[in-house]
């Protein structure tokens, strides 16, 4: 691997890390039933902006990297955003198989 792809994969991780961090603060930050509907909306609309996020990273790698390589980029992106999928199935997973 050169470094152009590692720097590459880093990069795709970064745009799929932050938005993600972004969407998980507005989502848990308030707690409660009262809040339920404040929370949806909040989903929603952080979701929106968690898409923006990610598609003004893809923007800003392709038009201001010079050295990049698209595949390692997206296989980056992919590859985190896959694992933060996983990692949620496999907890549900745990939780519904734990003894009550």
């Given at each position: 691997m050169t470094w152009v792809e590692?720097?590459?994969?880093?990069?795709?991780?970064?745009?799929?890390i932050i938005p993600g961090a972004y969407f998980g603060h507005m989502f848990f930050r308030e707690?409660?039933?009262?809040?339920m509907k404040r929370t949806i909306r909040r989903a929603y609309?952080?979701?929106?902006v968690k898409l923006v996020m990610m598609g003004a990273g893809f923007a800003l790698a392709f038009r201001f990297v010079d050295?990049?390589?698209?595949?390692?980029?997206f296989l980056g992106f992919v590859l985190t955003h896959g694992c933060g999928i996983f990692a949620i199935a496999k907890i549900q997973f745990a939780y519904r198989q734990a003894p009550e």
């Open positions: 590692a720097e590459s994969v880093i990069i795709g991780a970064v745009i799929a707690t409660g039933s009262r809040a609309m952080a979701e929106v050295s990049l390589n698209p595949l390692a980029l």
